[in-house]
């Protein structure tokens, strides 16, 4: 791209604070303003009007990402495919936190103990404790009585 057509900044719109901005979001959103977030965009647009500045630095940007893009990738060496793999395998090995947790307490020599006494407690408190008092009066109980009575077919009282 050319840019000797366009005009050149005066040294004020180069050192404005605003094209300071502009070539700093111009830096990480690139040169084409579609890929911009909206609010940055209508700013982006707004300043492109009125800087001869920004249309030069958008020209600039455009130009060096075509540049850029001429480059093919390189295919990654067999050495670095062999790194990763073997970090990964390393950090899989090492295993999470909980895991490190799970062995520096014992494993389940320590937690299938644990969970036998939590229960063995669970059951001795429980049939230690009374029986929860009920609501119902003795009349609640002759009537539950006969209405289990009647359903099973001992109807000798009807």
């Given at each position: 791209?050319?840019?000797?057509?366009?005009?050149?900044?005066?040294?004020?719109?180069?050192d404005?604070?605003?094209?300071?901005?502009?070539?700093?979001?111009l830096?990480?959103?690139?040169?084409?303003?579609?890929?911009?977030p909206?609010?940055?965009?209508?700013?982006?647009e707004?300043?492109?009007?009125?800087?001869?500045?920004?249309?030069?630095?958008?020209?600039?940007?455009?130009a060096?990402?075509?540049?850029?893009?001429?480059?093919?990738a390189?295919?990654?060496?067999?050495?670095?495919?062999r790194?990763?793999?073997?970090?990964?395998?390393?950090?899989?090995?090492?295993?999470?936190?909980?895991?490190?947790?799970?062995?520096q307490?014992?494993?389940?020599?320590?937690?299938?103990?644990?969970?036998?006494?939590?229960?063995?407690?669970?059951?001795?408190?429980?049939s230690?404790l009374?029986?929860?008092?009920?609501?119902?009066g003795?009349?609640?109980?002759?009537?539950?009585l006969?209405?289990?009575?009647?359903e099973?077919?001992?109807?000798?009282?009807?």
């Open positions: 791209m050319n840019n000797e057509s366009q005009p050149k900044p005066t040294q004020a719109e180069a404005s604070p605003a094209l300071a901005q502009f070539e700093d979001r830096d990480r959103h690139g040169s084409d303003l579609a890929c911009w909206d609010a940055e965009r209508a700013a982006a707004a300043l492109l009007r009125d800087s001869p500045a920004g249309r030069v630095a958008l020209a600039q940007a455009a060096l990402e075509e540049r850029l893009a001429a480059f093919p390189p295919d990654p060496s067999p050495a670095l495919r790194n990763l793999l073997a970090d990964f395998a390393a950090q899989r090995a090492r295993g999470s936190w909980l895991d490190a947790l799970w062995r307490i014992g494993g389940i020599r320590v937690a299938l103990p644990a969970m036998a006494t939590a229960l063995a407690l669970g059951v001795a408190v429980g230690w009374p029986a929860p008092a009920s609501d119902i003795d009349s609640g109980n002759e009537d539950a006969a209405l289990l009575q009647y099973l077919g001992d109807d000798s009282e009807w």
